[in-house]
C-alpha cells in the first residue's frame, strides 16, 4: 500500500486563522480525498481533489471554506479557512492506487480551534 | 435509513473468543466491501476487503459477504485484547475499479477483555 504522511500532524489555531494541510504519497495515485473525523464520530467526506482542476465538494462543504489543490498525482492541500472552534477535528487524507480499488488513510492532521 | 448501518456496540468479548460484527447497507448497487480498524487517536487501517459473495479469510479474520441480505459481516478468531477498536465497515458502489466513493458505517466499538 501506498505510504501517507500529512503535515501538520496536529495544530492549535486563532478563531478567524486559516491553516493548510499537506498530503503526500511516496507513489502515483488516481484518487484522493479529504475527510473529516470530529471527537466520536464516523468519517465525513469534505471532497475528492481532482489532479489540475476544481475539487468536487459534497454536500455542506464549500470551496470558499475548503479550498483544495492538487498539482499532481502524489501532493493534494486542504486549506481550512476562518476557522471557529466548530472546525476541531481530525482531518484526514486517504487515496486510492493505481491499478488498485482499495483506499488508505493518512496519519491525519488533528486541529483545535480556540 | 442510513446507506450503512452498524450496531454501535460497543461489544464485549473475553479473550480467545470470536468476535463477530455486522453491517447492513442500502444499495444494492454496491459491489465492493471494506473493513477498516480504528484504534483511539490513530487514522483508519484497511484490514479487510470482500467482492464476492462468500467468505474470505486472512488469519484471524474473516469477512462474509450475502448481496442478497444486503449483508457484511468481520469475524474475529481468537481475540486479543489488541484487536479492542472501533471498526468502520465501508461500501462502494460500482465496480472494483470504479471511481465511486466510500459510505462509512458508524463504527462499532469492540472490547476485548482479558
Known amino acids: 500500500s501506498a505510504v501517507i504522511s500529512q503535515k501538520p500532524s496536529r495544530d492549535i489555531c486563532q478563531r478567524g486563522t486559516s491553516l493548510t494541510i499537506q498530503c503526500q504519497v511516496d507513489s502515483q495515485v488516481t484518487m484522493m480525498f479529504w475527510y473529516r473525523q470530529q471527537p466520536g464520530q464516523s468519517l465525513t467526506l469534505i471532497a475528492t481533489a481532482n489532479q489540475g482542476s476544481e475539487a468536487t465538494y459534497e454536500s455542506g462543504f464549500v470551496i470558499d471554506k475548503f479550498p483544495i489543490s492538487r498539482p499532481n498525482l502524489t501532493f493534494s492541500t486542504l486549506t481550512v479557512s476562518n476557522m471557529s472552534p466548530e472546525d476541531s477535528s481530525i482531518y484526514l487524507c486517504?487515496?486510492?492506487?493505481?491499478?488498485?480499488?482499495?483506499?488508505?488513510f493518512g496519519p491525519g492532521t488533528r486541529l483545535t480551534v480556540l | 435509513q442510513k446507506e450503512v448501518e452498524q450496531n454501535s456496540g460497543p461489544l464485549s468479548v473475553p479473550e480467545g473468543a470470536i468476535a463477530s460484527l455486522n453491517c447492513t447497507y442500502s444499495?444494492?448497487?454496491?459491489?465492493?466491501f471494506f473493513w477498516y480498524r480504528q484504534y483511539s487517536g490513530k487514522s483508519p487501517e484497511l484490514i479487510m476487503f470482500i467482492y464476492s459473495n462468500g467468505d474470505k479469510e486472512d488469519g484471524r479474520f474473516t469477512a462474509q459477504l450475502n448481496k442478497a441480505s444486503q449483508y457484511v459481516s468481520l469475524l474475529i478468531r481468537d481475540s486479543q485484547p489488541s484487536d479492542s477498536a472501533t471498526y468502520l465497515c465501508a461500501v462502494k458502489g460500482g465496480p472494483p475499479g470504479s471511481a465511486r466513493q466510500l459510505t462509512f458505517g458508524s463504527g462499532t466499538q469492540l472490547t476485548v477483555l482479558p
Open positions: 486517504s487515496v486510492v492506487g493505481l491499478a488498485s480499488n482499495e483506499q488508505f
Open positions: 444499495d444494492r448497487g454496491s459491489q465492493s
